[in-house]
């Protein structure tokens, strides 16, 4: 199959792209999208019957540990070290007026 890319498309892809292409540029450029498309095409002839759909080549699990609350609530001891403390938290200079 043919693709056959307008000059009006080109137009509008390099607006969508902002480039600024010569003649000659978007010459080339029409042919190589015309040949991207022609390749779809041919990938879309496939019979893929029987082939499950997937994401990624190689099996991918997920690699992180749990979510594990291990201190939990420590504030007490936290506050400890505190300068200052008003109602459970932590108390400090005013830096807006």
Known sequence: MANIISDETME???????????????EQAKKDMETMLDYIDQLNELDTTGVEPMSHVFPVHNVFREDVVTNGDDS????????????????VPKTVE
């Open 76 to 91: 007490e001891n936290m506050l400890k070290n505190a300068p200052a403390k008003k109602d459970g938290a932590f108390m």
């Open 12 to 26: 509008y892809v390099g607006i969508l792209a902002k480039l600024e292409l010569s003649e000659e540029e978007k």
